[in-house]
Every structure is written in C-alpha cells, then in structure tokens.
C-alpha cells in the first residue's frame, strides 16, 4: 500500500467517539465470515514449508508447546483468523489451541497479582490492566495469545502510543517489559524541536517495538457501516476528526421523532468515566454526556463544554466553560448545580494526579482517574468562575490536538467527595453506574440498560440539552441553528447480538438503523440500495496478536526468540486479503501505512511474502534457544 501524505488523503481516517479511548474490538463487522474455511488442509502450491520436514516443539520440562490463543468467539471471522494462525504455527512445531470467548476487553484483557504476592511490595502497581511486574502477576484468564482486540495508533500524536509500551503503564495487561528507555525515547520524542528529530526518536520507538515483539501488529483494516437508508449521515462522516452528529443525524428530514437503533456485538464495559479506556463503552457514555471539546475533520478545536486557547507562548492554556451547564442530582435527588472551574480543577488535580498529595485523597495507591495521561501538565488553576488555565511542563502548541484534555468528562466535585477516600465505592455508586449526575449535559438522558450478550444500552432525548441555547448567542461559540433542536430522534438504544449471524439477519429484517457489516455482507447490502447505505470509514486502529508475557504465560511468548518465530511465520496477507476479503492490509508497526510518521525503513516487517526460508530461519530460532527443542516427525 503507499505511503500517503497529504492533507485529503488524511482527511479519510475514521471518527472516534473520544480524545484516549484506546482499545477496541476488532473484527466485529470489519471482516470475512469463513468458518472452517482455514487450517484444515494446505494447497502445497502457496505452502512454503511444503518441501520442509514436519517438526514438533517442546518445552523445557519436555513437554509439547501447545499454547492457546483467545478469540471472540461471537465473531465468525475471529475463527477463521485463529485457524489460519493455527495453521501457521504448525510450521514450526507448535501445537496451538483454540479457545472462543466473549467479552475480551471486560473479561480477559487484563492482570491480577500471584496469589502469594503483596502488591504493595511491587516495584510498579498502576491498576487498570496492569497488576505490575511480570514475573509477580498473570493474566486474569489463562491465555498464551490474544487476537480480537485493536489500538489507537494516534496518527496525530504518535507520541502518546506510550500507553501501551511502557511496563508501568495501565494499559500493559500482557506484562512487556522494554529492553530498551522506552520511556526515554517517548521523551524525547515530545521534546524534540524539529520534525526529522521527532520521526528519528520514533523511528527508534517503532524499531524497537518490531524488534522485542510484545505484540504481532496484524492489520490496519477499512470498517463498513450499514445504515438504514432514510437516516442521515453527514458529508464529514467518513473523515478523521469531529463530525457533528446530533445535527447530522435524523430520518428522512431534520425534524425530532422516532427510535434510532444501533445493532452491535459489543458489550458495555465501564461507567466510570475517567477510567474509560474502551470504545463501545464510549460510544454510550458520549450520548448522555459531552465532554470538553472535540477535534475535527480540519484538526482544529470544535468546542462542547469548552473552548481552549493558547496564552501566547504554548506553555499556558485557557479553558472556558459554557455558561449553562447544569449537572443533574446525586441518588437521592439532591442537585449538584452548575458545572463550574472548580470542577475541573478539582478533578485534575485529585483525581488525575495533577496535585502532589492527590493520593493522599484515595485509599488506592494511584487516584482513580488515569494520572500518568496528564504528565505533561505541571499545574491548573481556577482563574474565574467558568474559566481555568493549565500550565504545562514544556511549551506544547499543539497540546489541544493530544489526548489528554480533548474528550475529557467531567463529574461533580461534591460526587467525589461524597464517596472519598473510597474509590471503589465512587466508581460502583449509584451516581455513576445509573448516570443521575448528566444533568443538561447530554443530547440523551440514560433510561436503562441489560448486561449480557443481548443486552441494550438505553437513552432518551434530552429537553434540556445545553446546546438548545448556544445557537443566538454563547460565551463560548455560537452554534449551528440546527443545534436548537438536536437531537433529533426521541430514543436511542444500542440493542447487543452477539453472534455475527444473528446480528446480519436482524440487519436484513430491518430490526436496526446502522450496524458494523462483515466483509461478506458488503457487497449484498452496498446492493440493497432502497434500504440500505454502506458507509466506509479507514481506522486508526491497529490490531494486535497480543502475546502474554506473564508469570501464566506459554514459554513460546514469554521468550524474545518465540516471539519473533511466530510473528516470522503467521501470514498476515492470507489473513487479511484472503479472510479479510481485502478489506483490511496488513499492519507493519504501531503506524499504519498512510501516517505520515510510518517508516518502513526503520522496522523489522513480518508476515508478508512469507518464503521457505522465513519458516527455517523462525525453526532455527527455536533451535538455538535451549527453552526449546525441536523434533522431527
């Protein structure tokens, strides 16, 4: 695929519902359903171990490596997926095991200490995914590898990929501890003056990262949206960056009334916000609530709570708040009142950790609320009632573009000090897991919601919306006269099916206005051109064959050498042009291939033209490594 560079074709990249939700599922809807279609038998013609003798791999204790990988098992493609990566390993002897499963993000992904460690001896112990070291914790469930999950690779900001490579960071569930200053280079990427130095520092980052392997990059894949012909999409839709949907969105004409429908196989996984790091939580969260500011198509600053603007000298940042934002009550009813500056610096302050004694509030070693994302901010300040200023470690002028303020939430100072220092109360209270505190702050009201995997996330329209006053006049920006009467459908209600099959003859009976389409299903409802419209947006997200580094995990991963012999041998072009129908390329590194910070030249490229030689140089990797032998059969 080339490499692109200019500023329409950047123009194409997929809309995200939020500044740092930084995993999703992927395959639901993105790919080909072909179960059993793959790993079953091998045409010798395209077999580049054909002429190779077969072989087995034990282990250390003499026994076969027979590892297991975890997929979502609602997901036809996923299958196939794992079969083909099955397939594969059996080149260099490995025996893998299949296991499907639901709800990967909320169930699997993610780590708990041994059950003879104290986790307040760890070195590092930063919550959310990640229990601390490695060799002292395993991962909830007993998987070797993990496919079906994908990550934002922030082709803005590349820099704040961080989150996923360094061993303290919340996000690490797999338990990769870089060989290299990983942390170091992230630094100095932020910090470097010119462009060629940053693409230098990255270059180093994105090397290292082919090179240790903590994960298999897979692929970079389009995602197809069906929509329910008479609903309205804006021009902006397929584009990277903010397209306003509450005006955009309606049936037939702008006018309020009727049901919208989202059909999804993903569950709801986290109401409290500031530990919201998946997508299809956001997604149902940004309906009852707006959050800061967005950034749109033009990567410019499109204000919802806020505007924020630069002092003067990119160090110091202005943020004004709207004038009419009213949260709702706490659970018995009583009002919190108006949204002010001081909600927000109390909650930068003691819930990020911006605060030297933050911790201090909380009877958790790290304040709940994602502290290392707001690193780069040395002090915030009230400076009026609606107005506050944050005052940043280096000059950054493109601060409002990262993912530290932009799509931040905000809940009510008297909510968290209700509950402290208990954080686990706060974040399982009424307050937060019914949203009583949205208030006017929302185009919807939440009604209810059902767990499970067909469950259903609820909400209504909401009279009050602030927005309805902002389109004659504002203290902030003046809105579209659309904007006065927005949203425009009376309920809106994400329905779950999790299975792919289900969900595809729900769509085809009309049960639903928009859905994530398989691959397969494309081209028969890009057809259906009098009830269905197909929508394509390009991902920022890259999907990972994570590979679990922990005390639980198989030799073959937790192994430098076994990692790169699998990432040698998986065939990312059958996976993705075969299975994937071309709908998706393979992935290279943590940039997908049109950023313009994507350097091949300076990665290690895996899974692509894969020859006979690749599949003896990953057996002799094995070889030479004594956790490992490998036998002929």
């Known amino acids: 695929m080339p490499n692109r560079s200019t500023a329409e074709d950047h123009a194409k990249l997929k809309v995200t519902s939020s500044r740092r ?42 026994d076969r490596i027979a590892p297991t990988i975890f997929f979502d ?138 090179d240790e392997l903590p994960a298999n990059f897979m692929s970079e894949s389009l995602r197809f949206w069906g929509f329910e012909e008479q609903i309205n999409t804006s021009d902006e839709f397929n584009q990277y960056g903010y397209a306003p949907g509450y005006i955009n969105r309606y049936r037939n004409d702008q006018s309020v009334g009727g049901d919208y429908v989202w059909l ?47 002092s003067g000298d990119g160090e110091v940042w202005v943020c004004t708040l709207r004038d009419n934002l009213e949260f709702g009550t706490d659970a018995d009813g009583n009002s919190y009142g108006q949204m002010t500056a001081e909600d927000w610096v109390f909650q930068i302050e003691n819930v990020h950790g911006v605060a030297d004694d933050a911790a201090d509030m909380w009877n958790e070693d790290q304040p709940p609320g994602q502290p290392a994302d707001w690193v780069d901010v040395e002090n915030v300040e009230q400076t009026g009632e609606l107005e506050f200023q944050l005052e940043l470690v280096e000059p950054d002028p493109l601060f ?15 909510l968290y000090e209700e509950y402290a220092p208990d954080a686990e109360a706060l974040r399982q209270s009424d307050e937060v897991q019914e949203f009583t505190w949205t208030g006017n702050l929302g185009a919807y009201t939440f009604e209810d919601r059902t767990p499970g995997q067909t469950g259903s996330f609820t909400a209504v329209r909401n009279d009050d919306y602030y927005m309805h006053e902002h389109t004659d006049d504002s203290n902030v920006q003046v809105m579209d006269d659309a904007w006065a009467d927005a949203p425009y459908f009376d309920q809106f209600q994400f329905d779950v099916e999790s299975e792919q099959s289900t969900r595809v003859e729900r769509f085809r009976n009309a049960e639903a206005d928009r859905m994530e389409l398989p691959s397969e299903n494309v081209q028969e409802f890009q057809e259906a051109v009098d009830e269905i419209r197909v929508e394509d947006q390009e991902d920022p997200y890259i999907s990972f064959l994570f590979f679990n580094q922990r005390s639980n995990g198989s030799t073959l991963t937790r192994e430098r050498d076994g990692r790169e012999a699998i990432a040698r041998v998986v065939d990312k072009e059958t996976i993705t042009q075969d299975i994937q129908r071309g709908q998706a390329d393979p992935a290279v590194t943590f940039q997908p291939t049109w950023s313009d910070w994507y350097d091949e030249s300076s990665v290690d490229v895996y899974g692509i033209d894969i020859t006979e030689d690749d599949i003896v140089a990953a057996r002799d990797l094995l070889r030479d490594n004594d956790n490992f032998t490998l036998e002929e059969v």
């Not at 041994?114 to 490695?134: I, T, V």
């Not at 309906?287 to 709570?305: G, K, Q, R």
């Not at 573009?401 to 008297?414: D, H, K, M, Q, S």
Request: charged letters at 25%; hydrophobic letters at 30%.
């Open 264 to 310: 999804t196989g993903n569950q709801f996984n986290e109401a409290y916000l500031p530990e919201q790091e998946d997508v299809p939580s956001s997604n149902r969260t940004s309906l009852i609530s707006d959050y800061s500011y967005a950034v749109d198509t033009n990567d410019e600053v499109f204000p919802l709570f806020m505007d924020v603007e630069d």
């Open 400 to 414: 409002p573009l990262r993912p530290i303020l932009w799509g931040e939430y905000c809940y009510p100072r008297a």
């Open 73 to 210: 098992q609602g997901d036809d493609t996923h299958q196939d997926v794992a079969s083909q990566i099955q397939s594969d390993l059996e080149q260099i002897g490995v025996d893998l095991q299949l296991e499907g499963k639901t709800q990967l993000i909320g169930d699997h992904f993610g780590s708990e200490p041994l059950p003879d460690e104290d986790p307040e001896d760890f070195e590092y112990n930063p919550g959310l995914f990640n229990a601390g070291p490695p060799d002292r914790t395993r991962t909830v469930s007993d998987w070797d590898m993990l496919y079906g999950i994908a990550a934002n690779s922030y082709p803005r900001t590349p820099g704040n990929t961080d989150t996923f490579w360094l061993k303290d960071s919340g996000t690490n569930a797999y338990g990769y501890v870089p060989e290299v200053d990983m942390a170091g280079l992230y630094e100095d990427f932020r910090n470097a003056e010119t462009e060629a130095d940053k693409q230098e520092y990255l270059n180093e980052i994105m090397g290292a990262l082919t």
């Open 21 to 62: 939700r930084v995993l999703q599922t992927v395959g639901i809807g993105a790919t080909a359903g072909l179960a059993g279609c793959f790993g079953s038998e091998t045409d010798d013609d395209s077999d580049p171990a054909a002429d190779l003798p077969e072989v087995e791999l034990y282990g250390p204790d003499g």
